[in-house]
């Protein structure tokens, strides 16, 4: 299913506050309200955007009170997207401390944990692998990909989980250790905390 958000420029000026912490093309948006295009590109769907889209669709009111929740769940939807914006581009910004050389070895990084699922090297292994010390590797991670390499390794992971969980009739557990967990449940604990619901009831969502 796809779902259109349309809002109006008017909806920032609705709130009597310092417009400093916008980005700035939203910044020039509500100083311009006729400008005619804003284009942004969305960015990742996080998993609370994820869960807010699932509560969208799956509205359990009617009538007014229908109306009231969704316009509070897409508010709340266009802060977290107009905050990664802003994000994105303190991201940008900072990576400018970093060497051309040092984000190459960066870059180089990530594509090793890409590869290395479920077992990746450890934090110590992967700088000496690319050729960096560990505190710019875990610097470089936050400053160029907006993450710590433990959440990346996470995100990786969980993101095989969710397709094997969709794709095969792997058992619970088997999906845990094919994606580097021993423990089933702990497991169980970090795929809730980030999507909202526990691999059974995400493997039922999608229907398998």
Known sequence: QNI???????LLSS???SFDQLPALLKQLK??????RFHQPLGVT??????LLRQILQCPFQETLRQMYLEAKVLELLVLQIAQWGENNQVLQRSLFFRPDEIER???AKA?????LPHPPSLLDLANQVGLNDFKLKRGFREVFGTTVLGYVLSLRLEQAKQLLINTNLTIAEIA???GYESSSHFGYLFKRQLGMTPRNYRKYKGL
């Open 4 to 10: 259109k958000i349309y809002w109006n420029a008017d």
């Open 15 to 17: 709130f009597q506050s």
């Open 31 to 36: 100083e311009n309200p006729m400008k005619q």
């Open 46 to 51: 996080t998993p609370t955007m994820q869960l």
């Open 106 to 108: 960066l870059h180089h």
């Open 112 to 116: 090793i944990l890409n590869q290395t």
């Open 177 to 179: 250790y094919q994606v």
